[in-house]
Nanobody, 116 residues
Framework: QVQLVESGGGLVQPGGSLRLSCAGS????????MQWYRQAPGKQRELVAA????????NYPDSVKGRFTISRTNAKNTVYLQMNSLKPEDTAVYYC?????????WGQGTQVTVSS
């Protein structure tokens, strides 16, 4: 069956870095665009990074541009999110998602907490 499994979350101090990973299985990973979303308590889920199926195009909202980097290794069916200069407002559950046309899959999420 389709699985997206995130890892790499945790507690980090402000200004620190984390690298999230998301491993996909059960679908044609290399033909799907991949996205990272986050959801903080009481807030709507928001897109924080997107990458095309071949990795040639990426997009970020202004809130994370210059601090977050999305990348993928299709040979490993894995997408990454490198997060630098983390701020307390980055605290959220981070989800990866695979999308192609009308089909979307979600992972279960990984908690990122930025606090001193």
């Amino acid at each position: 069956q389709v699985q997206l499994v995130e890892s790499g979350g945790g507690l980090v101090q402000p200004g620190g870095s984390l690298r999230l990973s998301c491993a996909g299985s059960g679908f044609a990973f290399s033909s799907y665009a991949m996205q990272w979303y986050r959801q903080a308590p009481g807030k709507q889920r928001e897109l924080v990074a997107a990458i095309s199926s071949d990795g040639s195009n990426t997009n970020y909202p202004d809130s994370v541009k210059g601090r977050f980097t999305i990348s993928r290794t299709n040979a490993k069916n894995t997408v990454y999110l490198q997060m630098n200069s983390l701020k307390p407002e980055d605290t959220a559950v981070y989800y990866c998602s695979a999308i192609r046309s009308q089909t979307r899959f979600w992972g279960q999420g990984t908690q990122v907490t930025v606090s001193s």
